[in-house]
T-cell receptor, first 114, second 112 residues
Framework: NAGVMQNPRHLVRRRGQEARLRCSPMKGHSHVYWYRQLPEEGLKFMVYLQKENIIDESGMPKERFSAEFPKEGPSILRIQQVVRGDSAAYFC????????????FGDGTRLSIL | GENVEQHPSTLSVQEGDSAVIKCTYSDSASNYFPWYKQELGKGPQLIIDIRSNVGEKKDQRIAVTLNKTAKHFSLHITETQPEDSAVYFCAASTGGGFKTIFGAGTRLFVKA
């Protein structure tokens, strides 16, 4: 049973470009979470989605950032007009049901902004 | 708001010794407490979890204890090995539509 798959593993963008990060949850999982991690720091919650619905986006900046988890296909975290401060590792996790269930993480996308 | 504090931030032990990492949480409605291990360049991996109706859980060299009254929980690793070296995160969740709150992490070094 494949784990959570994130791609790309590394993404380089120039300031002002768009970054699109993909996450395929574990088979059967309908809950997806996105986290951001800076070097030597912890996991900062961004957004929690359940198929086609955003449950909690309190950790995601209201401008430039958006997330979706369509009925078919992977979850997408989109960052528009990237800035240097967006450089970080972005992790996706999935769970079978809600947040009181184990979350399984992917190996992240490392975003670098030139 | 909800908060999870984790101590220490760094822990260095000799191989074979025990390691203890402690976390406190603020939301008394929290009912699920997972622990994750993150190795360099990888995503966090669940190593053990405990629910609020249980006081202690053990899995080989790893154990977790929970004190609901004091709102703190701890990870215990016995007979540490160099491969235990990693960053460990605690977390607390209330379930439902509420997000999971993570501690800031503990970097564990096990010296051979």
């Amino acid at each position: 049973n494949a784990g959570v798959m994130q791609n790309p593993r590394h993404l380089v963008r120039r300031r002002g470009q768009e970054a699109r990060l993909r996450c395929s949850p574990m088979k059967g999982h309908s809950h997806v979470y996105w986290y951001r991690q800076l070097p030597e720091e912890g996991l900062k919650f961004m957004v929690y989605l359940q198929k086609e619905n955003i449950i909690d986006e309190s950790g995601m900046p209201k401008e430039r950032f958006s997330a979706e988890f369509p009925k078919e296909g992977p979850s997408i975290l989109r960052i528009q007009q990237v800035v240097r401060g967006d450089s970080a590792a972005y992790f996706c996790a999935s769970s079978l049901s809600g947040t009181d269930q184990p979350q399984h993480f992917g190996d992240g996308t490392r975003l670098s902004i030139l | 708001g909800e908060n999870v504090e984790q101590h220490p931030s760094t822990l260095s032990v000799q191989e074979g010794d025990s390691a203890v990492i402690k976390c406190t949480y603020s939301d008394s409605a929290s009912n699920y407490f997972p622990w994750y291990k993150q190795e360099l360049g990888k995503g966090p991996q669940l190593i053990i979890d405990i629910r609020s109706n249980v006081g202690e859980k053990k899995d080989q060299r790893i154990a977790v204890t929970l004190n609901k009254t004091a709102k703190h929980f701890s990870l215990h690793i016995t007979e540490t090995q160099p491969e235990d070296s990693a960053v460990y995160f605690c977390a607390a969740s209330t379930g439902g539509g509420f997000k999971t709150i993570f501690g800031a992490g503990t970097r564990l070094f096990v010296k051979a």
